[in-house]
Structure formats: structure tokens, C-alpha cells
């Protein structure tokens, strides 16, 4: 997923923002969508789309980390047939500062609890 953001320690970053890339796994269980082929057995990929777009195109952060943090944190709130989230945030490139690496992430691992 492609997000336009505005998250960073720079001034420029909260200023000018960026593009965020941002994949998502999650553990779900997929045997009553398997056997119904319908859509409310399952997680919505694009709900989930909206959550984690929400958090990334919303209120700037310092950290990726926080980033990561909070949007695997809204999808295991929101879709309780989520069990496990794996998101990955990384940045392309820090606006006015010359880069010589493709892009920096974080990937943050959440579990439901009980799970």
C-alpha cells in the first residue's frame, strides 16, 4: 500500500511529507470463507485498507515505530477475526536530505491477546 504522509523527526518531513509503503500479513481464520465463498466470513481487505490508510495519512509521528504501532494496533481493534497483524512501514526518502539507500522501515508484529 502506497501512502502520502507526514511523519519524521525533520521539520521538512511533518512539513512537506511523504511516501509511506506499508504491507500487511494477517493470521486469520479462513475455513468459513474457504467453504461459503462469502465475503462476511472474512476480514475485509479493504476496511482494513481504510484503517491502515487512516493511521499513516492521519496525525504525524516521530517514529516509524510509532506508526507501525498504531496502525497494527487499529486492525486488531476493528476486526476481531484478525489474530495476528504483521505491518511494515518503510519511508522512500527524507525530504532535503540526499539519500544513498531505497528506503528505511520498521515491521512491528501485534497478537489479540488470548490468542
Known sequence: MRFHGRH????EETRLGQTFLVDARLRV???RAGASDALENTVS???????????VEGPPC???????????????ARHGGVHEVVLGVRKLSIPGVPSLV??????????????
Do not use: W
Not at 62 to 76: G, N, Q
Not at 102 to 115: A, P
Open 102 to 115: 531505497e528506503s528505511v522501515g520498521v515491521e512491528v508484529r501485534r497478537r489479540r491477546l488470548g490468542r
Open 45 to 55: 481487505y479493504a476496511d482494513v485498507y481504510g484503517d491502515i490508510k487512516a493511521v
Open 62 to 76: 516521530k517514529l516509524l515505530e510509532a506508526v507501525a504501532h498504531r496502525a497494527a494496533e487499529s486492525v486488531l
Open 29 to 31: 481464520d479462513t475455513a
Open 8 to 11: 519524521g523527526v525533520l521539520p
